[in-house]
């Protein structure tokens, strides 16, 4: 069995930019989730001074709002981190399932992460990358996790001037301009996070440049959030940082509003959450959900969609996109989700959602829009069919 420090490696949980995440055990029994980073990201100082950075953030921070460190080797070939680990769905995972959130649950969320939020920024850190991927809806409540752009205040960048941190879509104006950041950038993206669970997309869809150019200069679309919580995410996405809200000014807006709410149950938030992994590792090793029977769906064999600049094949074994010379590959079992954005003219932007919060967009162009829309729900068809439930 692989073992990385004193853990025994049971299976993979996600891979991400940093690297790879698994599942692994204490020689207790006890369940772990041990980040390793990549050996070409290993072998550059400047990663390792920030991968450095990212465990002492992540000691610093303690208490129910992220995972505890358990044990880490900043100096290993390569370096890792090994944290306790939280069972449960991330936020993107959640929403991809069950989709939008109500009013009253979209109130618990902004109260758990804006109390999670005070923890962080009390320990003289920002996160820098919060996102519906890198939160954690654990059954005693969200969690905030992956501290690889985090900083102590107090020290100097580890990167250089002009360098945009972070997922466009989530990054604040002063995070897409190169500038100073603060807590407050925190803040900008629990709004956009907030506008996501809610079931829009307060910078609509596109590429990097367009999600980052609409940040600063653009209104966000808040459409999709209830009109009782429009004020209070506005001013999360306010442009200036000074107007926005701090975390704790965000819990008293919550909690004054609740306050004069009638009675009655409270809203549950997290979906219905796999078990806790069993204390000791199984004889046998686990298997993928099972596919549906041919006799019930007849199983499709391939679908090849787009043209000679860009393209998407899946088949039985998983997604693969290609734009011009480049090509990824995406197995079944690591996908969360795939999502259609339908464009003008035919043309609609297929995107990869992986269960460790990655997302890959891929622009296709069937150049009728009847044949686009046939190609998505050939699409939708044999997703149906191979994507584990």
Known sequence: ??????????????????????????????????KVAKP??????????????????????????????????????????ATAYIPGPTLAEQLATWGPMSEPQLRILAAALAEALASVHACGLVHRDLKPGNIIMAGDGPRVLDFGIARALETSRLT???????????????????????GASDVFALGSVLVAAAGGSAW??????????????????????????????????????????????????IAGREHH???????????????TPPAYPPTQPARPPALPSASATPQPE??????????????????????????????????SAITCSPDHRGRFTATVHLHDGTSYPCELNARRTNLRNEWINQLHHIVSCYLPR
């Open 261 to 275: 709410k009638p009675g009655g149950p409270t809203p549950t938030l997290a979906a219905p959450t796999p078990p």
């Open 204 to 253: 609509g869809e596109g590429n990097s440049m367009a999600l980052m150019y609409r940040s600063v200069h653009e209104s966000p679309d808040l459409t999709a959030v209830p009109p009782g919580l429009r004020h209070l995410i506005s001013a999360c996405l306010h442009k200036d940082p000074a107007a926005r809200p701090t975390p704790n000014a965000l819990l008293d807006a």
């Open 40 to 81: 070409e990201l290993a072998a550059d100082p400047l990663f390792r001074e920030r991968f450095r950075a990212e465990v002492a953030a992540a000691r610093t921070v303690g208490g129910f709002h992220t995972a505890p460190v358990v044990e880490a080797d900043v100096d290993g070939n390569p370096p890792w981190l």
């Open 302 to 335: 391939q679908l090849v969609i787009g043209d000679l600049s860009a393209s998407l094949t899946a088949d039985s074994n998983g997604i693969t996109l290609r734009v011009d010379a480049d090509e990824a590959d995406f197995e079944w079992p690591e996908i």
């Open 1 to 34: 069995m692989h073992r990385i420090g004193g853990f025994a490696v049971e299976r993979t949980l996600g891979e991400g930019g940093m690297g790879t995440v698994f599942l692994a055990r204490t020689r207790g029994g006890r369940a772990v989730a041990v």
């Open 160 to 182: 250089a001037t002009g360098t945009a941190f972070g997922t466009p879509g989530y990054l604040s104006p002063e995070q897409a301009l190169g500038q100073d950041v603060t």
